[in-house]
Each structure stands twice: as structure tokens, then as C-alpha cells.
């Protein structure tokens, strides 16, 4: 009995000796965040210290005002929001689309779309911006929100990840479907979509926050303040002549915000959707 | 499903933007009668100098603006104009080029080739102005014309500087800042200190860049020209000849004293705050950074600005005119709006806006109409730092500018990376000196092969 | 064999343009934003450009013959595969020791994996500017905390590095999850049949979790290398705002591309450089898809 107790205990103390040590591992990774935590609420002149220091001798929220004050950050980020909030929208609708025709028709060319599809992921956006300004800029999108969101509307990794994930199921779901006089479009929208809610989710949320973080093609396709996002918001704390790091920091810990807040609320939708099959070889 | 998560995700964003609530309201606005002409301004000024510059736009339409029906909305573009303006032409994008934009000089030669572009010059051929160009200090002029036309009005100008730490100084035994650069090699020394191996108190802090070498190189002699067509002023420049007059070498040769001391910082880290921790005691910024010096230093210890040490003793150059000005364009081909933004070009440059914005942000006054309004004496004896600044410009040669090199960038690039790598011992002063003079002949050569 | 069970027989057009309805969005998009773009760029890399981007004439391999024999572009090339080699391995591993941390259940597993999650919500501006200041030689935690006096930013030997570290940082969270979820994956008997006491837990990893999760190592592998192949955002943050004294220690193939297009207005060298980073990271996704054969273990 005692001995039971005692492996008991051993094993309830490791249990939490464990838990400890994951949660300071998990600290020690977001140091930088605290870090930059730590400065927001530091007055300008603790923050040049030799040796520096880390806990703020007084604790202030005049970065945060400054940062707020200088920038008009509540309509950056409505138009971050929306830019990537509607983007990630399609970006999803046309991955589930086109991972649709890969994974349940069989066509002449099929493979070889696919690869031209999978190909684009090796051509980067810097390469072809000037170019896509142009078309852009002649469907006269400069200065909308349409201009700044056309770019994102879809992503070959997205619809790869998508395809994965249609493949775990088996055919003969949509040969059932069909037999029971289930139209090809009905069984997409009414039975496969509802099913991959987990990777849908996945690709919303990362490509929600891909696009919140985007900076150059934004800032190229608007030239109106009321038009701007969050990113550029952030360097407009850049001063000219150096960094000033106490607002600058306070900016970011504001920008962080929303997408860790996102982050916290859908975390277990993410992996459950990565484990849908997203990568199953 | 999708429904429901959008829906958590704007509850969630909105509360999340609770933070932000407090932010200030997008200048909007809104004349009191019919709106006749609005001017797009574009400029690059971020934090203290684009709360000045806005309020330059917003008091120009309480104003002038409101008697004759214009309105200036202006518009943080990036800390590069030229950049936004180069996309916008090559797409053929006319339609959104903006009336008035803040360029650097460097930009001038790309601005050129735009079709839309009004030299200010032209505005002033139509007579009628109410800012001349005799009110306009002669360098900045200079700094913003292209082959005897005016392109730029310059707006926001500044001078390169050397701090130095007074108290520092009067530590180790010196009276007054260095004037040359054998002079500076000698205070290093006597400034620096070891500990073992490694420098604990540097002398100088600057990264030798384009931006820098201009000066050294313009200011020997009573001026000196960076490149041929005086530097690209009077037409493309196709070399660079600081090679051939021996300048580049004349500069390299001095400042290798300065390396030899051992207690020169060659790269730059966050040179404002690591001057006022008292890092090194010396240092080679614009004058733009006066305001933030002053701020950061506080009552800590005392410092002070110079001109810039000189190549040699005998030099009566000076520096060069740093900073932007503003070009206009003419998008929609009609005079009546280029009238309009010619309005506020005028009033940027006039004598009470420019004092403002000189206590604003530090830029030196370009209108010299603002030394007799009542105040500025005053505000300069209690900020002397400003008074070298502007005396230094004054007492320049018009004909000390930074070049015209096209290729601005890249000639950037290629100086500050054989400059460090002198610094650090990595290449010798020939290596340096023919590493410059021949990259930067290639790369220009190669530019004039494409644009013929 | 799935191809097999697809619909075989005769089909009527209706049923023949059917899927090609679904992936017109996707065929139009990228027609438009990304083929367009990209056969004019790798066209006019074979011409002479000016500064307007007009292309004049035709001069075949010159412009490649010039950016290869660059010392600049070379550097930048020797710098990409640094970045390469050095940030997504080292962010993949750190990851799956966090997700080999994570995958046994407590009660505070929520906590820890939220926070090895994190780093995913990060953007590049803002973890540029918080490592800028950590990374100041005096003033920066870093050198602090190490106890070193290393130039992080300004030095030959380091700039590179420090530039990967941010990018290892940033990547955790991202590669955290799809190893979580891989490691979930697994079937649990698989897992049970070990118990957790250490030499087991070694022996675990090795012969059952490492070998299972090998796609998904592969997959982010593959993706990552591709990207990383393509880096410019960090290294156009710390150059273009001049908080670097010299670029060459970081510049990468990219970034180098950029310069030339957007400051320069070298549209020679830019599309030239653009084409061999396209081609460099098309070998190296080559050599990886051979590799898969030996390495990659599917069930």
C-alpha cells in the first residue's frame, strides 16, 4: 500500500515538475515578446541603461499613448481587418474549389494544372510587384480595397494543403453521394465543406495572418492615410533618425494584439485542422 | 460554421481595437463652402516631423487655403517618395501621380524623366510670386536645380555635423572640438579608452557612407565636384572624378589616421542613444538629430555641435545641403490646379512656416527672410546648436552639393562597403580607393549603356 | 488506383467542363498574378532594360553573364544558402523538441502550447524592431545575457546569423504545430506500447515518432527551404531603414533583386538575379524530392 503511495506520489510529483518545466520552456520562448512587454511601459531614459535592464523602475503608459497619439491606429487596423479578414475568406473558398476538381474529378490534364498551380509557390511576389501594379493600376484598383486585397485571393500552398486533406476521403463518400442523387456542387457544399471545417479554419487563420503582417504591396496600392494598414502604421513610429524604442514597442505589443488573440481562441481548430491530413504524405 | 467564426473574429478584433479607441481622428477636411481644389501632397516624414508637416498643411487651409477655395490633404507616403513615384510611372499610372511631392535630392534626376513633373521654375517664369527665389538661401537653391533650372523647392534641409561631449572633452584635456581630420585622430586618441583587448569608450562613431564622403570630398579645395557635369548637375553624370583629382585620396589619407587610432567606431548601432550613454565622444550626424540628441542627453552632461573637420587645414568648401524639397506635378494637364499647389509650395518655404518648422523638427530654414522676424534671435542664443548648423551652410560654397549620380543607391553601396572595410583593416588605401573609383564607374557605365 | 474509381465513362461536355469550373478562380488568378508577371520578367532578363523598364534590345546571357560575375550577387548567394542551412533546420528542431514536450498531456498542457505557439502570431516588422534593440551590442539584452561583446549586425561572421535567429524565432510556432499534430496523429497504441522513463523515451522518439512524423518533417522541410530560398522582407527591413553599415553580410538573392529593381532601376541585373534564384531554388527542391525517396517513411 505504501509503496503504492509512494510511486503515487513520485509520479505526481514528476507530473508536475513537468508541467513546470514545459511552462518556463514556453516562457523562454516568447522571451522577445516579454521583452518588448517590459519596454512599452519603461520611461525613455530606463530604457537607455548600461547594463540595460528589464523590469521598468515605473511603470507608465505614455509609450502607448505617444504610439496612439501620433498614428491614427483604429482605422489602420479596420482596414488591416478588413483587407485580411475578406481576403482569407476567398483565399479559403478558392482553395476548397480548386483542391475540389484535383481530389474527386479525373480530367485530361489534371496533373499537369496541378503542377503549374504547385509551381507558383516558387515564384515570389517581390519578382512580379511592378508587373501586378501595372494590371492592377488598369482595372483602376489603386486606392481600394479590392486593389489591396486581389494579390491574396489565393494561395497554391493553401490549395495543396487542401487536397491533402480531400484525399484522406474516401471516393466512395462522393460515389455514395452521387448515387443518392447528389449533385457534384450539392455534395461539395453540403457535405464535403461542412466535414473540413478543421483545415478550413487552418488556412483562414494562417492566411489571416499572413495578410494582417503584409507591408510593401499595400502601402504601393494605396496613397490615402485613411486607406493604410496596421503594418505601415507601425513604421510611422519609426522616426527618421534612429528608433525611438519605447512607443515603437508599445505599437507592436497594440498590433500583436488582435492576431494573438485570434491565435489563443482558434489554437486547438489550427492543430486539429493540420491533423485532418493536411501532411499525410 | 464559417459564419460564426467571422462573426468571433469581429467581436474579438473590435474588442481587441477597444485600445485604440482612443486615437486620434483622421484629419478630415472639410472646407466650409463648395470645395474648389483639393492638393495631394505626399511626403515622408514620420513621427515628430510628420506631426509638423501636417500641421504646415492644415494651418495652410485654415488660411491661405480657405480665402481661395484650396485644400491640401497630405499623405504619409513611406520614407520614399522617389520609390512610390518610379512604380507609378513605369505602370504608365499617371492619373495618381500626386500635385506636390517630398523628394531627396538624389530623386531629382529620376523626377526628371517624368513627363508630369513641373520645374519650380517654370511657376516662377510665370512671375507673381510670393516667396522669391532672392529670399531662398543660394545653396539649398542649388541643391534642389538641375542644368541652371530650379526643379525642387526645397522645404526640410539640413547640415552634416559633428557632435562632441563637452564634459568628455574637458576630461581628457581638450579645449575645442577638432576642425580637421588630423586634429580629430589626435582627440580620439586622447579619448579613448581600453580595457584589455577590448575598446571600452570609443572616439568617433560615424559609418563612412555616400552621404558623408560627399562632404569630405566637396569640401576640399574652395569646392570640388563629386563626378563629372559637376556632379551631375549639368548634365548625366558618367564617372566619378574624385579619383582622378586626387580628393578621394587626399580624404582616404587622413582618415587613415583616424583608423590607426584604434578608438574609431566604424559602424553605426543606435548611434543617438549610445551618444548619450557616453559610448564614444564624438560623432558625425545631421543636424536633424539635434532635437533628439537634446532630448536623450537631458541634463546628463554637457555637449555641443562643430562644423565638420576639414580634409585639410586650407579647405574653404564646406558641406553640402542635406534633406528634401518639394517637386509638383501637373497629372491632369490643368494650369488652374498646378496654380493651386504652387500656393502651398510657396507657403512651405515662406519666412513664418519655415521658423516653425525649424523649432518643430530641427530643419534648417530655407528662407533667409526668417532671420528678421522678431524671436529667432533669441531662439538661436538659446540653442546654439542650431546657430553652428546654419552658419556652417552660410559659410559654405553653393557649388559643395551632394551629386547628382542617378544611381544614388548603389554608389551607396558600394562606398560604405569598402569604407568599413578600410576601417576594419580588411583592404589597404589602395584597395579602397580603386575599389570605389572603378565600381562606381562600372555601375554607371553599365547604367548609361541601358538608358541611351 | 483512386484514378481508377474516377468517373470513366463517356462523359458529356457539361460533365468534361465541370472541373475546370471549379478551378477557374485559380486558374485566372494565377494566370494574371503570378504566369503573366513571370514569363514577361523571364523574357525581358534577356534583354536590355532602362530605367522605365522599356525593354530596348535583345543581348541573350549578358545580363547573366554580368549579375554571376558580381561579387556582390555572389555574395548574396552564398548569404541565401546560409540563411537557408541555418533557419529552418535549427526552427524545425527547436520545434520538435517543444512539440516532443508538448505531445504528453497535463493538465497545463493548454498553457504550454499556446505559448511554443506564439511565435507564429508574430509579424516581421515588429520582431525586426524588438530584436534590433535586443541585438545592440551595448544596450541589447543579448550580449548581456550571453555575456559576450558580439557585434550581432555589423560583423562579417554574425550579421548572417543574426538575421537566421529571427527567422529560426518566428518559424517555432508555425513548425511547432504541424509536429504537434503529426505527433498526435500517431495512433496512440503505437505510443503506449513504451513507456515514458528516459532510455524508453529516447528509444520512442527514435524508432517510432521520428520515423512517423517523417512527411511532416519533409513537408515543412520542402516548404520552408523554398521560402527561405526567396528571403528579402527581414534583410530589406534592417538595410533599407540604414541600421546597417554594411549590406553585403546580409544581402540575399532577393533582396539584392529588389535594390536593383525598386532603387536602382537596374532592371538588368534585377531580372537576371531574379531568374537564377528561381532556378537555384528549383535545383534545391529537385535534390529534396530525391532525397524523400531515401529519408521519408509513408505508411
Redesign the interface.
Known amino acids: 500500500m505504501s509503496k503504492l503511495n509512494s510511486t503515487l506520489n513520485k509520479r505526481k510529483i514528476f507530473d508536475i515538475l513537468y508541467q513546470v518545466f514545459a511552462i518556463t520552456l514556453g516562457l523562454f520562448v516568447i522571451l522577445p515578446i516579454i521583452y518588448a512587454a517590459l519596454i512599452s511601459f519603461m520611461p525613455a531614459n530606463q530604457i537607455l541603461r548600461r547594463p540595460p535592464t528589464f523590469i521598468p523602475k515605473k511603470w507608465i503608459l505614455d509609450n502607448y499613448k505617444l504610439a496612439i497619439n501620433t498614428t491614427t491606429l483604429g482605422r489602420f487596423m479596420w482596414n488591416s481587418l478588413i483587407l485580411a479578414g475578406i481576403s482569407s475568406v476567398v483565399r479559403v473558398i478558392t482553395a476548397a474549389m480548386a483542391a475540389f476538381a484535383f481530389s474527386f474529378y479525373k480530367f485530361k490534364g489534371r496533373n499537369l494544372i496541378f503542377m503549374l498551380f504547385m509551381g507558383t509557390i516558387m515564384i515570389p511576389g517581390d519578382i512580379v510587384l511592378v508587373t501586378n501594379y501595372q494590371t492592377v493600376a488598369r482595372m483602376g484598383l489603386i486606392n481600394t480595397y479590392m486593389g489591396m486585397m486581389i494579390v491574396f485571393l489565393c494561395s497554391a500552398a493553401n490549395i495543396f494543403m487542401m487536397r491533402q486533406y480531400f484525399l484522406t476521403f474516401s471516393l466512395t463518400i462522393k460515389e455514395a453521394a452521387t448515387v443518392d442523387g447528389c449533385s457534384n456542387l450539392r455534395f461539395f457544399l453540403q457535405i464535403l465543406l461542412p466535414l473540413s471545417t478543421p483545415v478550413m479554419t487552418t488556412i483562414f487563420i494562417s492566411a489571416f495572418i499572413g495578410t494582417w503582417n503584409t507591408y510593401l504591396w499595400p502601402m504601393l496600392v494605396t496613397n490615402d492615410n485613411r486607406m493604410r494598414t496596421v503594418q505601415v502604421g507601425v513604421t510611422m513610429l519609426n522616426f527618421p533618425d534612429g528608433v525611438v524604442y519605447g512607443p515603437v514597442m508599445a505599437a507592436s505589443i497594440l498590433v500583436l494584439l488582435p492576431t494573438v488573440l485570434i491565435f489563443l481562441f482558434f489554437q486547438r481548430k489550427i492543430v486539429s485542422g493540420i491533423m485532418g491530413g493536411a501532411v499525410k504524405g | 460554421m464559417k459564419k460564426v467564426l467571422t462573426i468571433a473574429m469581429c467581436l474579438l478584433m473590435v474588442a481587441s481595437m477597444g485600445f485604440a479607441a482612443g486615437s486620434k481622428e483622421i484629419v478630415e477636411t472639410k472646407p466650409a463652402t463648395l470645395p474648389i481644389r483639393t492638393v495631394e501632397f505626399w511626403h515622408t516624414m514620420s513621427g515628430v516631423n510628420a506631426t509638423a508637416i501636417d500641421k504646415m498643411a492644415e494651418q495652410f487651409n485654415a488660411t491661405i487655403g480657405k480665402a481661395q477655395g484650396i485644400v491640401v490633404k497630405s499623405v504619409f507616403q513611406g520614407n520614399d517618395n522617389s520609390e512610390k513615384l518610379k512604380t507609378l510611372a513605369q505602370a504608365g499610372d499617371t492619373k495618381n501621380f500626386p500635385d506636390v511631392a517630398q523628394i531627396v535630392g538624389a530623386g531629382i534626376p529620376a523626377a526628371m524623366t517624368y513627363s508630369q513633373l513641373v520645374p519650380v521654375q517654370d511657376m516662377y517664369d510665370k512671375g507673381g510670386a510670393f516667396v522669391t527665389k532672392a529670399d531662398l538661401e543660394p545653396n539649398m537653391i542649388r541643391s534642389f536645380t538641375y542644368a541652371g533650372k530650379m526643379i525642387g523647392m526645397p522645404v526640410s534641409c539640413s547640415a552634416i555635423l559633428l557632435y562632441y561631449n563637452k564634459d568628455m572633452f574637458k576630461e581628457v584635456g581638450l579645449a575645442n572640438p577638432p576642425t580637421t581630420i588630423a586634429e580629430m585622430a589626435d582627440s580620439i586618441k586622447k579619448l579613448m579608452v581600453v580595457k584589455g583587448k577590448d575598446v571600452e569608450r570609443y572616439g568617433l562613431n560615424v559609418a563612412v557612407r555616400r552621404y558623408q564622403l560627399s562632404n569630405f570630398i566637396g569640401g576640399q579645395g574652395a569646392f570640388n565636384f563629386f563626378g563629372d557635369n559637376e556632379g551631375g548637375r549639368l548634365a548625366p553624370m558618367t564617372k566619378v572624378t574624385f579619383g582622378e583629382d586626387g580628393t578621394l585620396r587626399a580624404f582616404l589619407t587622413e582618415w587613415e589616421k583616424v583608423i590607426k587610432t584604434g578608438g574609431y567606431k566604424a559602424w553605426e548601432d543606435d548611434i543617438n542613444e549610445e551618444f548619450a550613454l557616453e559610448l564614444f565622444g564624438m560623432a558625425i550626424m545631421s543636424t536633424a538629430r539635434i532635437g533628439k540628441i537634446t532630448a536623450l542627453v537631458g541634463d546628463k552632461f554637457a555637449w555641443g555641435v562643430a562644423p565638420l573637420p576639414k580634409v585639410n587645414a586650407q579647405d574653404k568648401g564646406g558641406i553640402a545641403v542635406g534633406g528634401s524639397c518639394v517637386v509638383m506635378f501637373d497629372p491632369d494637364k490643368d494650369s488652374a490646379q498646378v496654380d493651386a499647389a504652387w500656393q502651398f509650395v510657396q507657403y512651405m518655404a515662406s519666412p513664418e512656416v519655415q521658423f516653425q518648422f525649424h523649432k518643430d523638427t530641427g530643419y534648417i530654414p530655407v528662407n533667409k527672410k526668417v532671420y528678421t522676424l522678431p524671436g529667432v534671435a533669441e531662439h538661436l542664443a538659446n540653442n546654439p546648436a542650431y546657430k553652428v548648423a546654419i552658419d556652417a551652410i552660410h559659410n559654405s560654397h553653393p557649388n559643395n552639393q551632394e551629386p547628382f549620380d542617378i544611381i544614388n543607391w548603389e554608389i551607396d553601396t558600394i562606398i560604405k562597403n569598402h569604407m568599413l572595410a578600410f576601417a576594419q583593416g580588411k583592404e589597404t588605401l589602395q584597395q579602397c580607393h580603386d575599389g570605389i573609383v572603378n565600381e562606381c564607374n562600372q555601375k554607371l557605365a553599365d547604367y548609361h549603356k541601358a538608358n541611351k | 488506383m ?2 481508377n ?4 465513362k463517356k462523359k458529356p461536355v457539361s460533365k ?1 467542363v ?3 469550373l ?2 477557374l ?3 485566372i ?2 494566370i ?7 514569363i ?2 523571364a523574357i525581358s532578363s534577356l534583354f ?6 522599356r525593354s ?1 534590345a535583345f543581348v541573350g546571357l549578358e545580363n547573366f553573364i ?1 549579375v554571376l560575375s558580381s561579387p ?1 550577387f555572389l555574395i548574396s548567394i552564398k548569404n541565401t544558402f546560409i540563411y537557408m542551412l541555418l533557419s529552418a533546420p535549427v526552427s524545425i528542431f527547436i520545434a520538435l523538441i ?1 512539440a516532443l ?2 505531445h ?1 498531456k ?4 493548454r ?17 525586426a ?6 541585438y ?6 543579448l550580449n ?1 545575457i550571453l555575456g559576450t ?1 558580439i ?1 550581432w ?2 560583423s562579417s561572421e554574425w550579421a548572417m546569423v543574426a538575421i537566421s535567429m529571427i527567422s529560426v ?1 518566428m518559424g ?1 510556432g ?1 513548425n511547432f ?2 509536429l ?3 505527433i ?2 500517431i495512433s496512440p497504441e503505437l505510443l503506449e506500447s513504451a513507456s515514458i522513463d528516459g532510455a524508453r523515451m529516447y528509444r520512442k522518439t527514435v524508432s517510432i515518432i521520428l520515423p512517423m512524423i517523417s ?2 518533417l519533409f ?1 515543412l522541410i520542402i ?1 520552408s527551404m ?1 521560402k527561405n530560398m ?1 528571403m ?2 527581414l534583410v530589406l527591413i534592417f538595410t ?2 540604414g ?6 553580410n546580409v544581402e540575399t538573392m ?1 533582396s539584392y ?3 536593383q ?6 532592371y ?1 541585373d534585377a531580372y537576371a538575379a ?1 531568374m537564377v ?2 532556378v537555384l ?2 535545383i534545391m ?1 529537385l535534390i529534396s524530392f530525391r532525397f524523400e525517396k531515401k529519408g ?1 517513411f ?1 505508411n
Do not use: C, H
Open positions: 483512386r484514378a474509381q474516377l468517373m470513366r468534361v465541370e472541373p475546370f471549379y478551378l478562380p485559380a486558374i488568378f494565377f494574371l498574378f503570378t504566369y503573366y508577371p513571370f514577361k520578367t536590355m532594360v532602362d530605367s522605365m523598364g530596348k554580368r556582390a517543444l514536450v508538448a504528453k497535463t493538465r497545463s498542457s498553457i504550454s502550447e499556446t505559448l511554443f505557439a506564439l511565435t507564429m502570431a508574430m509579424s516581421m516588422s515588429v520582431s524592431m524588438i530584436f534590433k534593440l535586443a545592440n551590442p551595448t544596450i541589447g539584452a548581456f561583446r557585434n549586425l555589423n524565432w517555432i508555425f504545430l504541424f504537434l499534430a503529426a498526435f496523429g512527411p511532416t513537408f516548404t523554398a526567396m528579402s522582407g533599407n531603414s541600421s546597417l553599415s554594411t549590406t553585403a532577393i533583386m529588389y535594390k529593381a525598386v532603387n536602382n532601376l537596374n538588368n531574379a534564384a528561381f531554388t528549383f527542391m521519408v509513408y
